[in-house]
């Protein structure tokens, strides 16, 4: 299965002699790694030896006990002194490491054996330059104790939805036919994949909780264990999706509502059995009063009581409960232009602030509707200061190609990322889920693998998992500097292949793919227009007279939505100051988002000097020329890589320019006719 971390990236470690002192399991998997390494390449490991060696690397626990090796010592020394002078009074806490050199050897240090782990990929990572005498000593530590991915796996196939819900890479790794599948050999490469990026959390079964994923938490509890003994080895904690009414579903109780005590007492010893199996079992996932799926207020509590219910289920073990916000009615009348999806969230949530559990976390979607190509960013984020909130993202590409389009959204999560809420210069939504403004949460997303050989459907896709591995481990890293590690990592030399040239053709084909990919699709924020049910493909007024609250009133004269406090929906309120007032008026909304927040006449002139029905056939017409050039610039590559891999990507690259001229023609058409405007530089639109 061709991923990032193929043995050709372990060559500069595996030819080294290498000496791992520290005990636990992670260790075992660092040995194990480090093993498997040197087998491969020559290279020599000890663990813990009692004589003296002559080393290359040093991985030690920091408390390991002392050795009778003097240039083991010395390294241990310059690692301690590196640590004293970077440090700066910070601990390196679990997960952290110190990377260090002393005389001829790299030495990493860590508090704890996940440290140890970590340090290891980011040796890999570094190849050669890892073992650079000039190389000054750095420390690590992850900006977020909880880096977690969400899978929407179904334990059996859904009649709708498939095995994963709006998942593009073939069925679970995790399920088959209402049971695990069992092959924990695919299972424990993907922990690794994970691990090498830094993710230390999952939950495994789908929000929309069906009768059969809900038995996990009880009939079915072994089958996660497993899972969880495989996860574990390399420092990741297996989480659920349980269904809110599970004491109804399972426990045959007459109700699920939070303050009935039959119901706190079901929950608490349910939770004290998943323990007894799962001793670091992570939490409790919740998809509650949303899409179909019950909720408190069945029973007219609010979001608070029912998720403190759960946490206080899980606090007596350490757990805790991610309680989704992405909570609105989508029973709308399509008529009725007073109520706003946009607004749902924050007017359900902003409300309930300092009222939840401190073993909460209130996972908030990036944008205020649905994980858009392109939509500002979620007023929750900025609303509640004493709730520790997660950030939610969606790696699998529902809305942004569905993984037959290269879409490489890093620089779409790090404008999120640094998104000043408060104004500029002030703090983000980095310092939100960090906790250096608030509470902090934490980064979550959702997954894009599956069982398909190349783990994503779309080899390039691969790049977003890694991307949000390593932004939720430092969520203030440049996206391009993230992708040039996956590409290396990836694509390391090889005989046949010129490195530089590899590398380049893929900055030049993943760097701006995201802004590409906006072009050619719904214009300046106003989102969807997409193909309902499958989200495939233009569907220009497919959503407009449905109930699920995704309009653009495009007509005659213009096109958005007025989300104004002054004439629209008031959405631009839930903003502090400094940005509801810059979104409030079309003359200062940023131009990206100006659908999103008003309806304007197609002759309404940006800011970058168009109108705004010339910006559309423009960007229309740049946007397939770019997939053009895509395909072009991959056809170099044509020998230099896995042929498997460059059939899949080519494949996939002619069904992006398909789909993006069909984009491009549907769009066009559509606001040509509703505008009767022509396109000012007479090209063809029909
Ligand atoms: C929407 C998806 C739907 C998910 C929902 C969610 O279309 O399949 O169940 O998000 O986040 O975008 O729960």
Not at 61 to 67: G, N
Not at 212 to 229: K, M, N, P, Q, S
Request: charge should be negative; charged fraction near 25%.
């Amino acid at each position: 299965h061709p991923a990032w971390l193929p043995p050709e990236a372990f060559r500069s470690l595996g030819a080294r002699r290498v000496l791992l002192h520290g005990e636990g399991l992670l260790v075992d998997t660092v040995l194990d790694e480090v093993s498997r390494a040197c087998a491969r390449y020559g290279g020599l490991v000890w663990h813990s030896p009692s004589w003296d060696v002559d080393v290359d690397l040093v991985l030690a626990l920091r408390d390991a006990a002392e050795l009778p090796n003097p240039s083991v010592e010395a390294a241990r020394a310059a690692g301690e002194a590196a640590l004293v002078e970077l440090g700066d009074g910070e601990t390196l806490g679990d997960e952290g490491f110190v990377l260090a050199r002393a005389g001829d050897v790299t030495v990493v240090l860590a508090d704890a054996p996940a440290g140890l782990l970590y340090g290891l990929f980011h040796v890999v990572r570094l190849c050669a330059a890892a073992f650079d005498p000039a190389r000054p000593p750095e420390w690590h530590r992850p900006a977020l104790r909880r880096r977690m991915l969400n899978h929407w796996d179904n334990v059996a196939v859904h009649p709708v939805m498939g095995q994963v819900e709006r998942g593009y890479a073939g069925g679970s790794i995790f399920w088959r036919d209402g049971r695990s599948r069992g092959d924990l050999d695919r299972v424990r490469e993907y922990a690794r994949l994970l691990a090498s990026c830094g993710v230390n959390a999952i939950s495994v079964n789908n929000v929309n909780v069906a009768r059969t994923e809900a038995l996990l938490l009880t009939e079915r509890l072994g089958d996660v264990a497993e899972i969880a003994d495989v996860l574990r080895r390399y420092g990741i904690r297996v989480h659920l999706s349980v269904s809110f009414a599970a004491p109804v579903l399972l426990g045959g109780l007459s109700t699920a509502d939070p303050l009935d005590e039959n119901v706190r007492v079901w929950w608490a010893a349910t939770t004290r059995r998943v323990y007894e199996r799962i001793p670091d079992f992570g939490g409790y996932l919740v998809k509650a009063d949303s899409e179909g799926q019950p909720g408190p207020f069945t029973y007219g509590r609010d979001h608070a009581d029912g998720a403190n219910l759960l946490a206080e289920a899980l606090a007596p073990h350490g757990g805790v409960v991610h309680w989704r916000a992405f909570v609105y009615n989508h029973h709308q009348d399509w008529r009725d232009r007073s109520t706003d999806r946009a607004r749902a969230a924050y007017d359900h949530f902003a409300p309930l602030d300092g009222r939840f559990r401190t073993n909460v976390v209130v996972q908030v979607k990036f944008g205020p509707v649905d994980f858009q190509t392109r939509e500002p960013i979620s007023p929750v984020l900025a609303a509640m200061p004493a709730t520790r909130l997660a950030v939610e993202l969606q790696v699998t590409q529902e809305y942004t190609g569905q993984q037959r389009h290269v879409c490489h959204l890093g620089p779409w999560w790090s404008e999120v990322l640094s998104f000043a809420p408060w104004g500029p210069g002030g703090r983000t939504i980095a310092d939100v889920v960090t906790g250096e403004a608030g509470a902090g949460g934490g980064m979550v997303a959702v997954a894009n693998v599956g069982d398909d050989p190349f783990w994503t459907g779309h080899p390039l896709a691969q790049a977003n998992l890694y991307t949000f591995g390593r932004l939720a481990w430092d969520p203030r890293r440049d996206p391009t500097a993230i992708l040039d590690e996956w590409i290396t990592l990836t694509f390391p030399p090889s005989a046949t292949a010129d490195a530089e040239l590899v590398r380049r053709t893929l900055h030049e084909i993943m760097d701006d793919s995201w802004r590409t990919y906006e072009r050619y699709t719904a214009p300046l924020g106003v989102g969807f227009m997409v193909n309902p049910g499958d989200h495939y493909g233009p569907g220009v007024d497919g959503y407009e007279y449905t109930r699920w609250g995704t309009y653009h009133f495009a007509d005659r004269d213009g096109v958005g939505v007025d989300r104004s406090r002054a004439s629209g929906t008031g959405f631009t309120g839930q903003y502090p100051p400094y940005w509801a007032q810059v979104y409030e008026s079309p003359e200062s909304c940023p131009d990206e988002l100006l659908l999103f927040f008003h309806h304007v006449p197609y002759g309404h002139v940006l800011h970058s000097g168009s109108t705004v029905i010339q910006h559309i056939y423009d960007t229309h017409f740049a946007g397939v020329e770019e997939v053009t050039a895509m395909r072009r610039r991959w056809q170099r590559l044509n020998g230099m890589i896995d042929p498997s891999v460059y059939e899949r990507v080519a494949e996939r690259l002619e069904e992006q320019v398909r789909c993006a001229t069909e984009w491009r023609d549907q769009i066009n058409t559509y606001f040509f006719r509703k505008s009767g405007v022509p396109d000012e530089r007479g090209r063809d639109i029909y």
